[in-house]
């Protein structure tokens, strides 16, 4: 008889414990404890299936009667009793059997209650396709990357973030193997358009990672074709940037409905195409096989790196000098390293893009005397997404940087994010140091790749999706100027025109810069 081991780890006692007195820092821990014991609960759910399964399966072999399949029995008497579809009956046999025959550790950490049914489901998807003779080395090493380091505020890796670390590992150990899965994906390739309610269509399809980062950032582009004054959320711009393209046009229309609209002035004068970011290293160029970083993606195999960069301009990525600039924004060297260091959002399991996202102070820039504030380096910056920023801002989350960058609640409970990009897996523990970068390129950008350890001769990438587009000196300083002022303009008018109520999300586009 299989034991739930629920209620013999006290989760009966402790949710009697809820009551409207229990304090905020109690409520967090509760459920945190849930959330283990759910996992628990979970684990216990899949042994039970599978052993259904394995039984049902005998059966069949034994008997030779039965017209069905022991996985389409097993289907229905799972489907019955949870009352669910044959398709989530199934992949609930899938991820038991996965557990019972292929990922011992990983089912011993979730009968632990250290993985959730959620990152135990990225770790079989990810090792799918790995082999019976590697699944034990590649579930070792994944594992220790997943799960929480421990020390206090060690935090584990989830989504994008686990995915990457599971295909570098793979990439790593198993590069061929790797190459065929990616051609045949590619093969696959498909974009199709099907009906959906209240007069939509939804469209769906596969293309391969760097056009799909160049078709995400020309949507972006289009987006922000319309003037400040435009009222439509940034998602319904972007779907209305789809038509445009569609319709051959190089801009959305605003809609902003005043005579003297600025559009004229944001519209690109020449087409081009967008520019997307891949960071590898020098060895990756020169035929070897470690894996490669798609801005906004993650993690690719080398020799889908090497095809990206042999149409792409190759360009260095310099670590910054020692030196204590006194300017707020950070110089193009500066700010090519942090996003390169970052990967992503520094926030916790964020995987909105390096580039997409703000390089913020943590001690803050002192305008009146930038010689007595927080300096514009390296060990003083990080990379936040537009709504971690806000967060950050909000005065509700604290942000140290004392060994490492440490996010502190609001009910005290400190964590320690852990950096997603080609070289995440010191930063946290870096403290953002101004380390060099060893000689590395990249591809789909105009900038380029740190290696994990010491300074060198590093390069980047213009992905065969994307172009530089250079400025003279004059010219940047001009479009900075240009910027600060519609950053300006743009939050005084939300604020202004803002409706009761309404979130401070809505005073500004997603991607407009921060207005602090």
């Known amino acids: 008889m299989f034991d739930t081991g629920v209620f013999d780890r006290g989760v009966r006692e402790t949710v009697s414990c809820l009551v409207d007195g229990e304090s905020d820092v109690g409520l967090v821990e509760l459920t945190t404890d849930l959330h283990r014991s759910e996992a628990v609960v979970a684990e216990r759910k899949l042994a039970v299936i599978a052993e259904l399964f394995v ?44 557990l019972r025959t292929r990922l011992h550790a990983t089912r011993e950490a979730m009968a632990r209650g250290d993985l959730d049914m959620y990152r135990v489901r990225l770790i079989d998807d990810a090792t799918a396709n790995v082999g019976d003779d590697q699944i034990g080395e590649v579930e070792h090493q ?5 799960l929480a380091p421990p020390r206090y505020g060690g935090t584990g890796l989830t989504g994008r973030r686990l995915t990457n670390a599971a295909n570098r590992i793979i990439a790593r150990l198993d590069p061929a193997g790797v190459r065929a899965k990616r051609e045949k994906a590619q093969a696959d390739r498909f974009v199709g358009v099907s009906a959906a309610e ?52 190089g801009f959305v229309p605003c809609e902003c409905g005043r005579v003297d ?26 035929g070897g096989d470690e894996p490669a970083y798609l801005d906004g993606y993650g993690i690719v195999d080398a020799a889908h790196a090497r095809d990206i960069a042999a149409d792409a301009d190759v360009e260095p ?68 997404c537009r709504n971690h920023h806000r967060l950050k801002h909000s005065g509700q989350w604290r942000v140290n940087f004392d060994g490492g960058l440490e996010l502190v609640a609001p009910t005290g409970h400190r964590y320690r994010p852990r950096s997603s990009g080609l070289l995440g897996a010191g930063r946290s523990d870096a403290a953002g140091s101004d380390h060099g970068a060893g000689s590395d390129h990249g591809a789909g950008s105009d900038h380029g790749a740190g290696s994990d350890h010491a300074a060198g001769s590093d ?8 172009t530089a587009c250079r400025r003279t000196r004059a010219q940047s300083i001009a479009a900075r100027i240009r910027a600060e002022r519609r950053r300006r303009q743009t939050h005084l008018d939300a604020v202004r025109h803002r409706s009761p109520g309404a979130p401070a999300s809505e005073a500004y586009t997603t991607d407009e810069p921060a207005p602090f």
């Open 55 to 98: 039984r049902r399966t005998a059966e069949v072999e034994s008997d030779g009667a039965w017209t069905s399949t022991a996985h389409e029995v097993v289907e229905a008497e799972i489907g019955a009793a949870l009352t669910m579809g044959r398709a989530a009956a199934g992949r609930l046999i899938g991820l038991g059997m996965s």
């Open 142 to 146: 994944l594992l220790e990357q997943v």
């Open 198 to 249: 209240d007069s939509m269509c939804r469209i769906l399809g596969s293309v391969p990672a760097e056009q799909g980062r160049a078709f995400d950032a020309r949507l972006r582009e289009l987006a922000n074709t319309v003037c400040p004054k435009d009222l439509r959320t940034y998602e319904q711009r972007r779907a209305d940037g789809l038509s445009a393209l569609v319709d051959g046009a």
């Open 261 to 286: 609209c600025s559009q004229d002035s944001r519209i690109a004068t020449t087409a081009r195409k967008p520019l997307v970011h891949l960071i590898m290293l020098d060895s990756t160029l020169g």
């Open 317 to 384: 990525v310099r670590a910054p000098n020692s030196e204590t600039p006194t300017t707020y924004r950070p110089g193009a060297v500066l700010d090519t390293w942090m996003r390169v260091l970052a990967g992503g959002c520094e926030w916790l399991h964020c995987d909105v893009a390096a580039w997409n996202t703000d390089l913020d102070h943590h001690r803050p820039f002192d305008h009146s005397d930038p010689a007595d504030g927080g300096p514009t380096v390296a060990g003083n910056m990080t990379a936040y």
């Open 459 to 466: 390069h980047a990438a213009g992905s065969d999706q994307a």
